[in-house]
């Protein structure tokens, strides 16, 4: 989406998430409780929406919730959702459980990464991906993606990189597709950018991507002369009434084959 002139009006700001998101003004009335008519009105200015009949509309049309504030400020509100660091007394119970999250799922890799895939936590199962990495992508807080696409970072030990990296390009493409940053839109350029590493890449299985059982594309990368196996899962915060974190993802990896479990239970069970 192209960034909008500031100070844009309400209405054209909604019009334009209504466009992008592909409803014609009518679904969106009868979604929202309300008729074309008035949807009209307030996309040309004639009208004023309400705050509840804004945050409405906006939920209708799947706005992030940054976007939300975005919009109560051009129709004259105060924002309604707060932007507090993760690292606020205020977030200290949220906090706490992240960390046992991603405790409990050791020794198998999990992160918590905000909206543009910062690091803000990660456990010992990502540090043994990472071991052997330059400093300044080791790290933390560092940036996932420049971690795993980096030609310096985990790429040339990813045995099916180039699969993966479209993977996580259409992952980006997609997020970009939802919000309005024009930092993640800086840093999928720069990712983009990366140059492809000389790595053993594995032959794709019937000439197309490989699958994990045939569910799932998995990651597979080398760690200590071996070829490990996961396949990922995310996972959001459920009707955020915060910024930070309606923008944060745990994202975890779960083994897709035998050998991988074995090998990460041995090095648990090792110490």
């Known amino acids: 989406m192209t960034a909008l002139a500031p100070g844009m009006g309400v209405g054209p700001l909604l019009r334009d998430w209504r466009r992008q998101r592909r409803i ?18 307030v996309e040309t200015g004639r009208a004023r929406p309400s705050e509840e009949m804004l945050l409405r509309l906006a939920e209708h049309l799947d706005v992030p919730v940054r976007e939300r504030n975005s919009l109560l400020l051009a129709a004259g509100y105060a924002p309604r959702y707060t932007q507090t660091a993760l690292d606020d007394p205020a977030m200290g119970a949220l906090r706490e459980g992240l960390e046992q999250l991603l405790r409990g799922y050791e020794p198998y890799p999990a992160l918590v990464v905000d909206g543009t895939y910062t690091v803000m936590a990660a456990n010992s199962g990502i540090a043994m991906l990472m071991e052997g990495l330059p400093e300044k ?63 053993p890449e594995e032959p794709a299985a019937d000439g197309g991507p490989a699958v994990a059982g045939g569910l799932a594309l998995p990651l597979r990368i080398e760690h200590d002369g071996r070829v490990l196996s ?25 083994p897709a084959d035998p050998a991988t479990v074995a090998y990460l239970t041995s090095r648990e069970r090792m110490g």
Do not use: K
């Not at 014609?24 to 009105?41: C, G, M, P, V, Y």
């Not at 080791?138 to 970072?153: D, V």
């Not at 955020?240 to 745990?250: F, G, H, K, N, R």
């Open 137 to 199: 992508l080791r790290t933390l807080p560092g940036n996932a993606m420049r971690i795993t696409l980096h030609p310096e970072g985990l790429a040339p030990r990813i045995r099916n990189l180039r699969e993966w990296r479209g993977h996580l390009l259409d992952q980006m493409e997609r997020q970009l597709a939802l919000t309005r940053s024009p930092a993640l839109r800086e840093l999928y350029d720069e990712v983009a950018g990366y140059p492809l590493p000389d790595s």
């Open 230 to 254: 996961f396949v990922s899962s995310i996972s959001t915060f459920n009707t955020p009434m915060d910024v930070t974190v309606a923008e944060l993802a745990i994202e975890t990896f779960l």
């Open 24 to 41: 014609s003004q009518l679904d969106l009335a009868l979604r929202a409780d309300s008729s074309a008519r008035h949807i009209s009105f």
